[in-house]
């Protein structure tokens, strides 16, 4: 492998598994997810699908907020760092084709067509996906999913892993491009000085506009998706929690990191430290944990969200508290929900 199967292939694990619940005909299991031995989660095609899905929309978003915020948003027209993009998307692409067929999770053929078809989101997307759900849901009652709706889930999700480790990849190449050229200071700076409006834009893009399209529309949907679409990439599970005079402190702990590794793999292969482009990926990934809990965290406790570790900083696994303190916070809840919906509540 190029990448790092633990930290960037789960998803060929989760799809291998799909795949073998199809031939033994558990058809709800395959579309609607199940827990899993140690922790673990199958999410089903149904939020598996919508999560790469809005992954997509996050990576190239990544990408150009941090050329934004470096000053070079031209960059993305850069050859030199295009020509690298490629190489190392080729490299992912050539794990991919490994691991499809290792797990038995589409023939050759299928997957080769995929490819030459292109990997760019469609602009019907969420309409295709409206459609499938339908079809799905109708299906169910019948208790077998059609052979062919089954193939076009797989189609869907493979082609978004594709995608968006493509902006993925494109994202590590421009962070370690504004490190080689400005030096390490300078990756810190436009990270930090994007890290709000990304905080804020990616919530929008996220609950206004991407999972609504995918099919979750309410709150508990939203939560759904949040909680166990992270499985289709990661190894989560709950830390410790620490019991305080006026709330609490929970913990979340992600043992692997898709985001992290990726960029580990292109900051060595650009001759730079291991966690050089961790910042990059963890700042951003604690302002949207961030926004997430100011969304969600009903108005009795004021939230507070931080990283403590993580892969791409410190190359161990990810570690984020959530303090929980009783207050009055309608305040907060009303601002967060006006600045991300457009209204009050």
């Known amino acids: 492998m190029h990448y790092d199967e633990y930290h960037n292939h789960k998803w060929s694990r989760n799809l291998g598994y799909a795949r073998r619940l199809l031939m033994k005909k558990e058809a709800d299991t395959f579309y609607h997810g199940e827990d899993l031995p140690e922790n673990d989660v199958y999410p089903g095609m149904r939020v598996m699908a919508a999560y790469w899905v809005s992954v997509e929309h996050e990576m190239r978003m990544r990408l150009r907020i941090l050329l934004e915020g470096s000053g070079h948003p031209e960059w993305r027209e850069d050859a030199e760092l295009l020509a690298q993009r490629d190489d190392f998307v080729a490299r992912f692409l050539d794990d991919m084709r490994a691991l499809v067929v290792r797990e038995e999770i589409v023939p050759q053929a299928r997957l080769d067509a995929l490819a030459a078809a292109g990997y760019d989101t469609p602009d019907d997307w969420a309409d295709q996906m409206a459609t499938w759900q339908t079809a799905s849901e109708a299906a169910l009652v019948a208790g077998e999913i059609p052979v062919e709706l089954a193939e076009t889930w797989f189609d869907s999700c493979l082609r978004s892993v594709a995608n968006y480790n493509r902006y993925l990849i494109w994202g590590a190449v421009a962070a370690a491009a504004i490190y080689r050229r400005k030096g390490a200071e300078a990756l810190r700076a436009a990270v930090d000085a994007t890290a709000d409006a990304f905080m804020w834009e990616i919530s929008r893009e996220f609950y ?86 100011n969304i969600t965290i009903p108005p009795m406790y004021h939230p507070t969200y931080r990283r403590v570790r993580s892969v791409g900083m410190d190359d161990t696994e990810c570690l984020f508290e959530l303090t929980l303190t009783e207050a009055d916070d309608m305040e907060r809840l009303m601002s967060v929900h006006a600045r991300i919906f457009g209204e009050t509540m």
């Open 208 to 293: 206004v506009h991407v999972l609504p399209a995918a099919g979750f529309q309410d709150l508990d949907e939203l939560m759904e998706l949040g909680l166990r679409g992270m499985y289709s990439d990661q190894y989560y599970t709950t830390g410790e929690e620490e019991e305080l005079e006026e709330g609490l402190i929970k913990r979340s702990i992600l043992r692997n990191c898709e985001l992290g590794g990726v960029f580990q793999r292109v900051a060595e292969w650009n001759g730079l430290p291991k966690t050089a482009l961790g910042y990059a990926v963890c700042r951003y990934c604690e302002v949207h944990g961030a926004a997430t809990m």
